[in-house]
């Protein structure tokens, strides 16, 4: 794994532009975090950059000051320069006491006097403090003082006292490429048959399928790692299952890459995030971006033209060029740009005649996770006094050593534009839950030697936004086992869909950070491609949790292995659309007994056997009772 590791880093460094910090004499230096040339014990956060207009660092150091990260700075023009730093105190929505996430900017290994991440209420620019330097090279570093997430997405040295570039928004952007930290216009990307945003597993085997169809295919992910909520990022396992009738042959491609060991919040290794880059990048036809995220969309009339992707770290733009285009970024971002019709929140009952949809509709969804869990040390070890206006007692606190997806905020906000908060929450009650553990609990002689071994800081998320298809799924369709022409992947969970979990409710009203599930029993179901295409975008597929679903419906579809067999159809019918110079839709209306032909054959390797944890099999009998419950 370590190698293919190393392999990635490699990669990136060569599709990035080498990052120096070069002095612009009339206005100053500007400086992007996520381009330090050395990281340090620092990481690249980009889940939020679209809303904030870039990545950031973070120092995600579960209360232990994480290693500098650091540059190279070079002064063309000597003098006094004042030092800016764009950061957040990411506490503050719950309090108004200086945040945890503090830090400090070195120029040449001596700190400024400014202490950083611990004020202010948005993200906005900082004072750090003047130094007077020379001609010349200096390193540049964050100095890291906590280890409780402190944040920096960008540095300015001026001249000019009091001079600071925007605070965000469209005028940050523009103010960045003035000054040349985007480039001016993209680069040529090249051309594809097929692209597809979002390198989770829907998207991975929606690429791959296409590309062993014959299709020319970029997949571009905004991450390092592939597999999405199965990365050893955020640690949550393959669900639902596969190679199910009416297509068996349908989800072979995970025994490719599934991970052979189960459960949520394990450790790295669990999720075999080598065998997920093996089985992309030894895939010909298939080009494969790591640490790109899709920023901008091109239209022609009711099509997508072009792309525009942007590296998290370097900020080098490409333009990529397809006649077909795939979102599985589960937000429904690429569709969202190009003006696709979307749905997010509850539909009232009577929308759609389902049952189990709250009587009117809202804006209430599914939440997100941050799992984490501890380990055992040889010997006593502490943790700090971690209390950010979310008191735990004896009576309220979680008595556990380890969180996994019962761990879920955000279910009353805005999955999308309030992430960055939702996010937040989830890591604030684990390090105040822990302190108390650790600190006043009557029994916490059971956490002396228990220390935080993994947090994650990229959140798991369930849902957001779902694009409108040419039909939208709903609860009678698999209850009643509607019978569609253009049956295709099936889905085996059951209504899993998760709210406030009552007990936490009462113990932290307004502030729930505990989901709970009653599950509603379904009998495997066939869905129809129909769900898997955007209605009033020509060109656009989709696949993972932001296809054309209902809330209640989703809570069966979201599961991965479910999304492996949609991203599999859906690369299957792209070749169509190519062999056949069609469109989605049009292999819907003209060429669905290809399409039935590709899905009985499947695209899956057929020597490798089907691991343990993923056998079930109904044996194709359609008439059992609907009583079973898939756990």
């Known amino acids: ?71 190279t700075l070079i002064i063309h023009e000597p003098g006094l320069y004042h030092v800016w730093v764009r950061s957040y105190n990411w506490t503050s929505p719950w309090t108004d006491a200086a945040g945890p996430g503090s830090f400090r900017v070195k120029i040449g290994g001596k700190p400024l006097k400014g202490i950083l991440g611990n004020t202010g209420s948005e993200w906005g620019w900082q004072y750090a403090g003047n130094r007077s330097l020379k001609e010349g090279q200096y390193t540049l570093s964050l100095s890291d003082m906590t280890g409780f997430d402190g944040r920096c997405d960008a540095i300015w040295l001026t001249k000019e006292e009091g001079s600071v570039p925007p605070s965000g928004g469209g005028s940050l952007e523009a103010f960045r490429r003035q000054i040349g930290a985007l480039p001016a216009q993209p680069s040529d990307g090249g051309e594809y048959d097929f692209v597809v945003i979002g390198g989770g597993v829907a998207g991975m085997c929606a690429a791959v399928s296409a590309a062993r169809f014959g299709c020319k295919v970029a997949l571009v992910n905004d991450r390092p790692i592939p597999g999405g909520n199965n990365s050893s990022e955020i640690r949550v396992h393959l669900g639902a299952y596969i190679e199910q009738p009416p297509y068996p042959a349908l989800g072979r491609m995970l025994r490719e890459f599934g991970h052979s060991r189960g459960g949520n919040a394990q450790p790295a290794s669990n999720y075999e995030d080598d065998k997920k880059i093996a089985f992309i990048e030894s895939q010909e036809g298939l080009t494969y971006l790591p640490c790109f ?53 509850r539909e009232g009952r009577d929308e759609f005649g389902e049952s189990l949809a709250p009587e009117h509709g809202d804006k209430l969804t599914m939440g997100s996770s941050i799992q984490w869990y501890s380990i055992e040390d040889q010997k006593k070890s502490s943790f700090p006094e971690f209390e950010y206006g979310v008191k735990f007692t004896e009576d309220n606190c979680e008595k556990v050593k380890m969180g996994e997806w019962t761990w879920e905020t955000g279910m009353n906000l805005d999955q999308i534009n309030d992430f960055e908060r939702i996010r937040d929450y989830g890591l604030l009650v684990v390090y105040s839950n822990w302190s108390y553990l650790k600190n006043h609990y009557s029994k916490k002689e059971d956490y002396y030697k228990r220390s935080l071994g993994w947090v994650a800081y990229v959140a798991g998320k369930r849902e957001s936004r779902r694009l409108v298809g040419d039909y939208i799924l709903k609860q009678d369709d698999v209850e009643k086992q509607v019978f569609h022409e253009d049956a295709s992947f099936t889905m085996t969970w059951h209504f899993d869909l998760h709210f406030p979990d009552p007990v936490n409710s009462a113990n932290f009203p307004g502030k729930e950070f505990k989901a709970a599930t009653k599950s509603n029993p379904i009998y495997p179901y066939a869905a129809p491609y129909r769900c898997l295409y955007s209605r009033n975008i020509d060109n656009l597929f989709m696949a993972g949790r932001d296809i054309s679903t209902t809330h209640v419906t989703l809570g069966s579809t979201r599961l991965m292995r479910t999304g492996a067999m949609m991203g599999e159809v859906v690369g299957m019918a792209a070749s169509i659309c190519k062999d056949k110079g069609t469109t989605p839709r049009g292999v819907y209306q003209k060429y669905l007994p290809e399409l039935k032909a590709l899905m009985e054959k499947g695209a899956g390797r057929t020597d490798i056997e089907l691991p343990d944890n993923q056998r079930f099999n109904l044996g194709g009998h359609l008439d059992r009772p609907k009583d079973i419950l898939f756990q």
């Open 1 to 71: 794994m370590e190698g293919s590791l190393q392999h990635i880093r490699k990669l990136i460094l060569s599709l990035s532009v080498m990052f120096l910090a070069v002095s612009l004499p009339a206005q100053g230096v500007f400086i992007e975090a996520e381009s330090f040339a050395s990281k340090g014990g620092w990481s690249v956060d980009q889940q939020f950059m679209d809303q904030m207009g870039s990545p950031y660092l973070i120092a995600h150091g579960m209360g232990r000051p994480v290693a500098d990260a650091s540059t």
């Open 293 to 345: 995220r899709a920023v901008k969309v091109n239209m022609e009339g009711s099509k997508i033209a072009s792309v525009v992707i942007r590296n998290i770290e370097s900020g080098e733009e490409r333009l990529l060029k397809a006649g077909l285009f795939a979102d599985c970024t589960g937000d429904g971002n690429l569709g969202f740009m190009a003006g696709a019709d979307w749905m997010m929140g």
